[in-house]
């Protein structure tokens, strides 16, 4: 089992940045593909970022590319999304969620791929 527990969403404005943090326990942290994803109020889950066990590959959303950066911390169990240039349009439920991979370079970009979610942080971007 691993745990996870998202925090640092907020209201902001337009055009602000924004780290969200995600805190792991349980299992071995490091071996395990963690990914990003948000649901707006009446749509959807879907994909943000993703990064592997190891780090070294990572993947975003079309929507995002250019603005949000995912990053992890092994040491701290720990993953981060650090999120510039807000648009309202990224207001969401925000959920980090940890997927078994076999492959340090591995990562998941649909909901499938992964085994444990945290229960989400709001991030709300005024215009």
């Known amino acids: 089992q691993v745990q996870l527990v998202e925090s640092g969403g907020r209201l902001v404005q337009t055009g602000d940045s924004l780290r969200l943090s995600c805190a792991a326990s349980g299992r071995t942290f490091s071996s395990y593909a963690m990914g990003w994803f948000r649901q707006a109020q009446g749509k959807e889950r879907e994909f943000v970022a993703a990064?592997?066990?190891?780090?070294?590959?990572?993947g975003y959303a079309d929507s995002v590319k250019g603005r949000f950066t995912i990053a992890r911390d092994n040491a701290k169990n720990t993953v981060y999304l650090q999120m510039n240039s807000l648009k309202p349009e990224d207001t969401a439920v925000y959920y980090c969620?940890?997927?078994?991979?076999?492959?340090?370079?591995?990562?998941?970009?649909?909901?499938?791929?992964?085994?444990?979610w945290g229960q989400g942080t709001q991030v709300t971007v005024s215009s």
């Open positions: 969620a940890a997927g078994a991979t076999y492959s340090s370079q591995n990562y998941y970009d649909t909901i499938p791929g992964y085994d444990y």
């Open positions: 990064i592997s066990w190891s780090g070294g590959r990572a």
